[in-house]
């Protein structure tokens, strides 16, 4: 799976966890901190790995879900660990 | 064509007879253990028309169906590589009643037959994976059935069957309680109510699974079923909790996958619900200060994992919990939850939590919103309360997730009243 893929799915998930119709994903980069400046608040952020758990096939354990920072070493990650 | 029709059309009379004389023989090869999603709304016995629709195993799928109701004559519709494959499955086929699909795939005399029988009050199976499945999981479902009974008017009911028929294994079926498809918007498109079909069957299949397994003792839940049992005698007695469920017809003590969210009064509402429920393993979900900090209690952490509970962090992220609970769903045990997130002594409710709405959606089950009332007196019953169940909704995303939520809420404000009316507070 190519990088822009991977970044395309990402934002879906990202667009379907926040409860705001004028949230842009077009501003995700892949420096921004998905759980610190897209995604504000618990409940979203739970939606936003179970959703990459089940779109790519794999489950996130506690600990590698804390190292992950940015959209990049999400990217990076699901190509490591994606079923596809 | 003019002797295929004679045989299609047996007497119902002779039917019957073969149901009374063949049950029993069926009944002792099968040995078949039913399942019921629930059994107040949809038992072995069928009013009226409806389109039974079912996964399909083998050849057996037809007899232990016509044998498995004993009052109702349920006519299957067989393909016709099934029907034409030898004359003695042709005569079985016609005896009970068989409704052959046509040697030409645009022949649709079949659809037209089967509508005609169901709309006279007839029942009739269908199997829409056209073909026999071995494996442990659905194939895709042919969605012709959904405009038979739109046509019809008819509900659907679906039912699983684990395929057990020449083992010394029990057969085990689920049946499921009846899908209206008039309650559904007229522009749901077929393929969107073939699926909504389907996960009900795949809902029934996990729970005649979990069921498989489920008895008062094992020996791998040894701790935890002596711990329901000691909790039901002492607090039974003491407590003498009494359920009233809200919604008629409806069993608040039902079988299958549902999580149960309650207020939380007290730090005994988790037992008095243990207590309610103390023939049912159900997980319950306690935050991290229940278990004391920085795993400063590792007995208490001990009894409480062996106890059913699954521990959740309330700072951080806590995937594994959520999927562990998740799990236990999907093997059809009910959850219990305590949404508001913490006790709450004056009765007030705070916000929920949405977490217990996205396990729901996730494993699409029903929410069944919960309230307790202790006694006034040592010597009152406490009483807990069943409201009607919250289904997920179609939108999996946030917002659907949300309004969920907001359901689950009003209807707990909604008990709430009525609990407080009834018992004079």
Known sequence: ?84 | MAKKEKKQHTHPLLRYWIKLTGILIVALVNRPKVFFANRGLQGKHFKGGALLVSNHRSYWDYISYFFLFPFNLIRPVVSYEIYHKNKVLTFFLDLIGAIPLGENPADFSWMKKTIELLKKGKKVIIFPEAHFIQEDKLATFHSSYILIARSANVPIIPLYTDGNYHSWKRNRVGIGTKIYLNSFKENNSREELNSYVISKIEELSRNVKANKGHHLFSFKNFLWDLGRVTVYFHLGIAFRPKAISLEKNKTNRKNGTYILAANHTRFMDPFILLCVFWRKRVKILAADVVYGLNNSHPVRAFLLNQGGCVKISRESLDLEAVSNCCKHLKRGYPLMVFPEGHIKRNGEMDALKNGSSMMASRCSCPIIPSYIVYGKKWYNRTKVYFGKEIYPPKDKTIKGISQMTQEVHEELERIKIIAEKENGR
């Open chain 1, 1 to 84: 799976m190519e990088d822009k893929e991977i970044m395309d799915i990402l934002k879906e998930i990202i667009k379907d966890s926040i409860d705001d119709d004028s949230f842009d994903p077009s501003k995700i980069t892949l420096d921004s901190i998905v759980f610190r400046d897209i995604v504000k608040n618990s409940i979203s952020s739970m939606y936003v790995a179970l959703a990459i758990e089940d779109r790519f096939g794999f489950e996130f354990d506690n600990e590698t879900i804390k190292e992950l920072k940015t959209v990049q070493d999400f990217i990076d990650y699901i190509k490591k660990n994606s079923a596809n």
